[in-house]
C-alpha cells in the first residue's frame, strides 16, 4: 500500500500525487496541503517524516546528539560472545557453541548466539503471541490486571533471569526457556490438559506437547526444548542448570502472582496467607519473590545445587497447597473447568470429523487421513490447543451453538 494510507491505491508509490515526500514540511505546508487535498492536518502530520539528516545518515529527532564512537568493539562477533561466556559464565553453565544442536542443522549466526536466536525465534512466534490471549488462573479475563499466560512467561523469566545473573548462568538460554515454557498450553488454562488427554497416546502435557509439537517448527536447541519440556516437576530433571532453573522460577512466580490476583478479586485476603509465607517472604508479591530469588541464589552460591533452604521450601510447598485449596480448587474454579473441558473436547470432536474446516488441512500445509483417524484428531488437538481463550469460545457459539451456561465463564 502506498504511503499515503489509501487503500484504494496501488503499491506504487510513485504513482501516488499524495505521497509522503510531498507532505513532508512546516506546520503552515501541512495546512496549505490539507487544503489541497481535503485530508486532515492531524492525518498529514502522521505520515509526515520527522528526525533530521546528517550526510546519508536520517535521525530520529531534529536535535539528536547521542554520538557512539564506530569500532571493531561495537557489536561483538558471535564467536566473541562465545569467548565472554566462557570467562564469565560459572561452572556448571551451558555454553553457547556455534549454531547449537538442532533437529535441522543450521549455519550459525554472524552475531547471535545459538541460544540469542531461540530467545528471538520464540519472541516472534505465534505460539508465543498467543499466550496474550491463554488465562493464567481467569479465563479469558476482561480485567488487564489479571494475569494471562504470556505475562505469567515474562514474570517467570524476570525471576530466573535475576538468579541467572547472580550465580553466572546463561541468560539468554533461561530466558528462553521461561518464554517458552507454556506454549504448549490450551486455552481455559490446565483444564485443557485434561480436555485433550482422551485424544492423545500417553497424555497430553503442556510440557512436552510445547517442545514435542508446538515448538518443533522453530527448530530450536535440543537444551532450549529440554528445559520446555521437563520444566513439571512430575517429569524427568532437565538437563542443565538452567532448566533446573526453570522449574524453580515457574513455581515461585505462579504461586506469587496467583495469590496477588485472588487478593485483587477480593477471592481471598492478604491476611489468609500461610503463616509460613506471611513471615518469610511478606505479603506481597514483591517481598515474596524477593525472598525466593535470594533463597535460590543462596544455595546455588553455598551448595551449588539449583534449590533452597528446606525452610523456605516448606514455605512454599505451604504457599502451594494454600493456593490450591483457595483458587485453584474453589467451587467457581471448578465449575470453569468442568465446562471448559466439555467445550474444548466437542471442538477437538468437530474438527476430527471435519478436518477440512483446520486452516493448516484447508490450505493443505497438514495432511490427515479420513474424518476422525488418528492424523485427523492430532490435526484437531493441534488447533484447538493454539486457539486462545476468547476464540474457542466464538468457535464453541459459531459452530456449536453453545450459548449462556453452557459455556465457561468465571464468577
Not at 5 to 33: K, M
Not at 352 to 377: F, L, N, Q, T
Request: charged share 25%.
Amino acid at each position: 500500500m502506498c504511503s499515503c494510507s489509501d487503500p484504494t491505491h496501488s503499491d506504487d508509490t510513485a504513482s501516488c500525487d499524495r505521497s509522503t515526500d510531498l507532505i513532508v514540511g512546516t506546520t503552515g505546508e501541512l495546512a496549505e496541503r490539507s487544503a489541497q487535498t481535503g485530508q486532515s492536518a492531524v492525518v498529514l502530520a502522521s505520515t509526515r517524516a520527522y528526525g533530521a539528516t546528517v550526510g546519508d545518515i536520517r535521525l530520529a529527532h531534529t536535535d539528536s546528539h547521542a554520538v557512539v564512537a564506530p569500532g571493531p568493539w561495537v557489536g561483538p562477533s558471535r564467536e566473541a560472545r562465545e569467548e565472554i561466556e566462557e570467562m564469565f559464565l560459572a561452572p556448571g553453565a551451558t555454553r553457547a557453541r556455534g549454531a547449537g544442536t538442532r533437529a535441522l542443522p543450521e549455519e550459525a549466526d554472524e552475531r547471535r548466539t545459538c541460544f540469542e536466536r531461540d530467545l528471538d525465534r520464540i519472541k516472534y512466534s505465534k505460539a508465543f503471541r498467543r499466550l496474550a490471549g491463554k488465562c493464567q488462573v481467569v479465563l479469558a479475563p476482561d480485567d488487564s490486571h489479571l494475569r494471562t499466560r504470556m505475562t505469567h512467561a515474562l514474570e517467570v523469566a524476570q525471576v530466573a533471569l535475576s538468579v541467572a545473573q547472580a550465580v553466572g548462568l546463561n541468560q539468554a538460554l533461561v530466558e528462553a526457556m521461561a518464554l517458552g515454557h507454556d506454549c504448549g498450553h490450551g486455552p481455559g488454562g490446565h483444564a485443557a490438559e485434561d480436555a485433550f488427554e482422551l485424544y492423545v497416546p500417553g497424555g497430553y502435557d503442556h510440557a512436552t506437547w510445547g517442545a514435542n509439537v508446538t515448538l518443533t517448527p522453530l527448530n530450536l536447541c535440543v537444551e532450549t526444548l529440554d528445559g520446555i519440556r521437563q520444566h513439571s516437576w512430575r517429569l524427568a530433571a532437565p538437563a542443565t542448570a538452567e532448566g533446573e532453573l526453570l522449574s524453580w522460577s515457574d513455581r515461585c512466580a505462579y504461586l506469587a502472582h496467583d495469590a496477588d490476583d485472588a487478593i485483587r478479586s477480593g477471592i481471598i485476603a492478604a491476611a489468609d496467607l500461610p503463616r509460613s509465607v506471611r513471615e518469610l517472604c511478606g505479603t506481597r508479591q514483591s517481598t515474596q519473590i524477593r525472598a525466593f530469588v535470594g533463597a535460590l541464589i543462596r544455595s546455588i552460591e553455598t551448595t551449588g545445587k539449583v534449590g533452597m533452604d528446606e525452610e523456605m521450601a516448606r514455605a512454599l510447598d505451604d504457599f502451594r497447597r494454600f493456593n490450591y485449596e483457595r483458587i485453584y480448587m474453589r467451587p467457581a474454579c471448578k465449575e470453569q473447568n468442568e465446562k471448559t473441558i466439555a467445550m474444548l473436547r466437542a471442538l477437538v470432536e468437530l474438527y476430527a470429523d471435519a478436518p477440512w474446516k483446520i486452516p493448516a488441512v484447508a490450505r493443505g500445509k497438514v495432511e490427515v487421513d479420513i474424518s476422525g483417524g488418528p492424523a485427523a484428531v492430532q490435526a484437531a488437538v493441534a488447533y484447538v490447543s493454539g486457539m486462545t481463550d476468547w476464540f474457542a469460545i466464538s468457535q464453541a457459539k459459531g459452530l456449536l451453538g453453545w450459548t449462556g451456561q453452557m459455556l465457561p465463564r468465571w464468577s
